[in-house]
């Protein structure tokens, strides 16, 4: 149940695909190649108990193949259980294309990759993540069915990525309710790292509460433009890590919490969308426990993106989407609460509950 996060040679030394750390008892792993278009994807199915796996395609310029079969491995588990503990009936897949979603994204090369997804039948239906717009989703429906996150002239929910951004803001108010008393932002001081789709729609929420937010980006143009449209500060620090904030916010890329960070963090709150912030669940989860820091769950206070696409397989509208969201912030408040009870980290609380409902599903599903 439990992954760690390899890098470089490290993953070299594993066996190429069921012995890597982050292999987790996954049900089928794709790899997608196309000359004509260049593509080179890998669909990862974790658990299908649920229902069909269902998850977003990230197009990222990994380094190493490896990287990229680590993250899809890392990235899919995670939905199983954001889905699980969220309370919906679907499991958990995802996909990574490998490549600079700037230069070598095509409409051919998203047509192909949908093709790939097609020949699934079903037991994997997509959406978008980094790297991906609406626009792509609706060039993958031109071949499948199984997708989601198309825009909503196609019938679509459109972006996932402010719901996204509405349920970190519900997770966040609740992990500070539970840390300093008051779900109250105003006043607080977060540190957004990461302003993109999320991220800058976060900042909004928190700067529209009256929380003093600092951002920081490796886009620069971004991080002037958001800035200067909600008034807020840049970062201009050596080392972000060590920022004097109450709450940082990962909204950028995952496995940010450590050796080398977690350590330096001053910050009483984390509360992100990145998925997979803890490099290894198990020590840094701890680390950030002994330090007093509350961390709260990526994997659940990140749902609201898959609760909008969900919406469009079960056809439920805007108004179900906002309770679900909402839901995000008492679901994270009982998780805090049960971490408490039984000695354990918010993330391994998490994961306990949305095993077992798995477990509990796949008990009815065997008697059907
Ligand atoms: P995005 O690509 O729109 O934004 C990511 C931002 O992070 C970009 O502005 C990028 O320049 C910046 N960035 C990259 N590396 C950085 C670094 N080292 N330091 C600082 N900034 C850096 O992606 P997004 O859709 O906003 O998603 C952000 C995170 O949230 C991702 O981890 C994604 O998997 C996760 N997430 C997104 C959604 C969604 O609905 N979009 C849902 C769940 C989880």
């Not at 056809?315 to 009870?341: F, P, S």
Request: aromatic share 8%; charged share 25%; net charge negative.
């Amino acid at each position: 149940m439990d992954a760690t996060f390899a890098t470089g040679k490290e993953l070299q030394k594993m066996d190429p695909v069921f012995g890597q750390l982050s292999f987790d008892d996954h049900e089928q792993i794709v790899f997608c190649n196309d000359k004509d278009t260049g593509l080179k994807a890998i669909i990862g199915i974790h658990n299908s108990v649920m229902g069909p796996a269902l998850g977003g395609t990230r197009m990222w310029n990994y380094n190493t193949e490896w990287e990229a079969l680590n993250d899809v491995l890392r990235l899919s588990r995670g939905m199983t259980y954001k889905s699980a503990i969220t309370g919906l009936n679907i499991g958990g897949g995802k996909a990574v294309i490998i490549g600079d979603a700037k230069t070598q994204k095509t409409p051919e090369l998203m047509r192909k990759f949908g093709e790939f997804v097609h020949s699934l039948g079903g037991r994997y239906i997509t959406a978008e993540d980094v790297g991906m717009e609406t626009k792509d989703m609706d060039t993958v429906r031109d071949v499948t069915p199984y997708v989601t996150g198309i825009s909503e002239e196609r019938g679509g929910s459109g972006n996932p990525s402010p719901i996204t951004a509405y349920g970190v803001y519900l997770g966040m108010k609740a992990a500070a309710k539970s840390q300093f008393g008051t779900d109250v932002l105003e006043g607080k001081k977060v540190l957004v790292q990461g302003i993109g789709h999320v991220g800058e729609a976060l900042v909004e929420y928190l700067t529209k509460e009256g929380a003093i937010v600092t951002i920081t980006d490796i886009n620069e143009e971004k991080l002037y433009q958001v800035a200067s449209k909600y008034n807020a500060s840049i970062y201009s620090g050596e080392d972000l890590y060590t920022a004097d904030v109450d709450i940082y916010a990962p909204c950028a890329m995952g496995a940010i919490i450590n050796d080398a960070t977690v350590d330096k963090i001053k910050a009483k709150v984390i509360a992100g969308a990145a998925n997979n912030q803890l490099a290894d669940e198990n020590i840094h989860g701890a680390r950030l426990q002994e330090r007093g820091i509350l961390y709260a769950p990526d994997f659940l206070i990140n749902a609201g993106g898959i609760i909008n696409v969900y919406a469009e397989l079960e056809h439920y509208g805007k108004a179900e989407i906002m309770t679900k969201t909402e839901n995000i912030y008492n679901t994270t408040l009982e998780i805090i609460d049960y971490a408490v009870k039984n000695g354990m980290t918010t993330h391994k609380a998490a994961l306990t509950i949305a095993q077992n409902r798995i477990d509990l599903r796949r008990i009815e599903n065997a008697k059907k």
